[in-house]
């Protein structure tokens, strides 16, 4: 299995080579050079699989054996899911007026990205091990995927994260499952500004080439494969529990509904369709809409400010991975899909082309929520099941309800559950209800933290340097049997009693 960028412009590489990549040379993102059609007999045959499984089954179709045996690999993704909470990993609740609802979240940030990046983990212990190499994770987080990378490379040897917070503008909740994880590989730094600040300094610091080699710098968010790839299984696993029945030819279709902010869990079910599962994808987003504007009406255009919702991972108004979409739907023309990403980059405005507008509209449906919107969902899924649903949840929920309400479709709907409420407890007060909490979550507020500020008018690029060079240096003296002076016990970093 080769992967080629959606610019067209670099090199193949294997699976290695993009997992480690993030975004390609020529500034494209890793997608498979081409996509296996399952036929209905294999589908079938995986219809009884368990989670984790079909997560092994889905990963050796595009990890090839010389790189990772299957023994391995299966050994990998077990570790994977070893902290998950629910014996299953993830849990399918069949609730009132049939609403489904797949629980992604029960790993230990209680957030779907767990699952990906648990492995992903794994995948990058195992190669970096192999190699005797070290890199450094550079992620910037508005709340979700900075714990949940902590979570998947903390104690590692062979890999340090940094991970930059926008201070008092996450839940106190993902702030602390951040700050109080004390690892000599695991660095905060709680900026104050906003994600939008964090990001340029994180682009400044890849955009430094020299920089970037020297201290094997990469990212973990949506942008790397391995986090898509993980993800194909939600929609795998999601069918199988929702479909009738698997005895009739054709299969039955079953619609499922994805809350969207960077767009990597729709991206892995436009990928799922491709290969052959029989889904209807729905799109949901809050008041950021700008992918139900590109479904509805072709117009892929940057609103001038994100709006802060009650779900704000999907405060989001350049989704990248809708770059892999179009590539797929263009039939993997990379100089069409350089042209247009170049276009969106210079003027964060984009009318598509009319014949890849009608084939995205034909792939995906789409729906907004606004914050009003997610409160009622909250409140009725409440009322009717006693069942809280985070915000970014209650967004698919309210299409749910939005197609009952109309009559629209009898067509089997499962909605992906991104995250617990418990998460977000301000969303759940605005509803009116009580929040839950479980003891894992409350003993956060007694524990040490331990995080770096960056304070305003500093030079938050210098800072990350300085660190990210001693941290290296740090790794690089352990292998020779000792440690600089002032790099014991996180690298300076400062310890706050929580």
């Known amino acids: 299995m080769e992967y080629v960028s959606t610019r067209g412009g670099s090199r193949a590489v294997d699976f290695e080579g993009a997992l480690f990549s993030g975004y390609a040379p020529d500034g494209g993102l890793f997608m498979p050079r081409s996509i296996p059609l399952l036929d209905e007999a294999t589908l079938r045959s995986w219809s009884r699989l368990s989670y984790p499984e079909l997560v092994k089954e889905l990963c050796s179709v595009f990890i090839a054996p010389e790189l990772v045996p299957r023994r391995t690999l299966n050994d990998l993704i077990d570790r994977a899911f070893s902290r998950f909470r629910h014996k299953d990993v993830v849990h399918m609740s069949r609730l009132k007026d049939g609403l489904n609802v797949l629980e992604l979240w029960h790993g230990v940030t209680y957030a779907f990205k767990d699952l990906s990046l648990s492995c992903t983990g794994q995948f990058l212990q195992y190669f970096l091990e192999k190699k005797q190499k070290h890199i450094t994770i550079l992620v910037g987080t508005s709340g979700d ?5 902590i979570e998947s490379v903390r104690g590692q040897q062979n890999m340090d994260v940094f991970v930059l917070l926008p201070k008092g503008l996450c839940t106190q909740i993902q702030e602390l499952q951040m700050t109080t ?3 000599d590989n695991v660095h905060v730094f709680a900026a104050h500004g906003n994600s939008d600040q964090i990001d340029e300094v994180i682009k400044e610091l890849f955009a430094d080439v ?13 942008v790397n494969w391995s986090r898509i790839m993980v993800q194909i299984a939600h929609h795998f696993y999601a069918y199988f529990q929702c479909a009738p029945s698997l005895d009739t030819t054709p299969l039955p279709v079953v619609e499922i509904v994805v809350p969207t902010g960077g767009g990597g869990n729709i991206t892995a079910g436009c990928i799922a369709q491709k290969m052959g599962l ?11 809409d700008i992918i139900h504007r590109a479904v509805q009406h072709g117009d892929f255009s940057a609103s001038e400010h994100v709006k802060a919702t009650l779900a704000p991972a999907m405060d989001i108004q350049e989704p990248c991975n809708v770059e892999r979409i179009l590539w797929l739907l263009s039939g993997c023309d990379g100089h ?3 042209t247009l990403m170049e276009q969106f980059t210079a003027s964060k405005s984009l009318k ?7 084939k995205l509209s034909e792939t995906l449906r789409s729906s907004s929520a606004s914050d009003e919107d997610i409160v009622r969902a909250m409140r009725r899924c409440w009322e009717e099941n006693q069942r809280l649903l985070c915000p970014h949840t209650a967004v698919a929920a309210h299409y749910h309800y939005s ?9 089997p709907r499962c909605c992906l559950a991104s995250a617990s409420a418990a998460k977000f407890q301000d969303a759940v007060l605005r509803a009116g209800l009580v929040p839950q909490l479980p003891p894992e979550i409350t003993a956060l507020t007694a524990m040490e933290t331990r995080s770096t500020a960056l304070q305003r008018g500093e030079d938050w690029a210098r800072v990350l340097r300085e660190r990210v060079a001693a941290v290296v240096r740090r790794w690089e003296a352990q292998r020779g049997g000792s440690v600089p002076p002032g790099l014991q016990g996180g690298a300076g970093q400062v310890v706050t009693q929580g």
Not at 210 to 222: C, E, G, I, P, Q
Not at 352 to 358: A, C, F, N, S, T
């Open 145 to 149: 995927t900075g714990s949940s990378a």
């Open 278 to 288: 029989p889904i209807q994808l729905v799109a949901v987003v809050n008041s950021n």
């Open 181 to 183: 994880v004390i690892e």
């Open 403 to 411: 197609q009952l309400d109309s009559c629209a479709s009898s067509t």
């Open 210 to 222: 020299d920089f970037s080699r020297k201290y094997n710098l990469m990212s973990l968010n949506s």
């Open 336 to 338: 069409l899909v350089k």
């Open 352 to 358: 598509l082309p009319e014949d890849l507008h009608r």
